[in-house]
């Protein structure tokens, strides 16, 4: 880490850099123990600041959630789907295929077929 990390008084692209690695680590699946923690070896932060950094990096993933183009990522689901079905078949991995296949239909929602 940066040196200029562990400074308490930080400018806003080291603030940044911080969210950014605390939702680097939420990613990871730490728990906020582990999180408050190493802010606080790393950052030299106490466990108040910790939980504002994880709030604020919890913010920027509903920020982040909220600008996704929904048909964008839809068509790029559908993509991967499709790539993941053909390889199925060329390595006759046929429940690769069944699988990508159920995931594509349930993703669309027609998935269930009603009698």
Not at 99 to 111: E, H, P, R, S, T
């Amino acid at each position: 880490m940066p040196e200029e990390w562990r400074l308490k008084k930080a400018n806003k692209v080291t603030s940044e850099a911080r969210v950014t690695q605390v939702m680097e680590w939420l990613v990871q699946g730490w728990t906020r123990r582990e999180i408050v923690a190493e802010v606080e070896k790393l950052f030299g932060l106490k466990s108040s600041r910790a939980d504002d950094l994880l709030r604020l990096a919890r913010q920027q993933f509903v920020k982040d959630y909220e600008d996704i183009n929904r048909k964008e990522l839809v068509a790029e689901s559908i993509e991967r789907y499709d790539f993941l079905y053909k390889a199925g078949v060329s390595q006759r991995q046929l429940a690769v295929s069944i699988a990508a296949i159920q995931a594509k239909l349930k993703m669309l929602g027609v998935d269930s077929v009603k009698s």
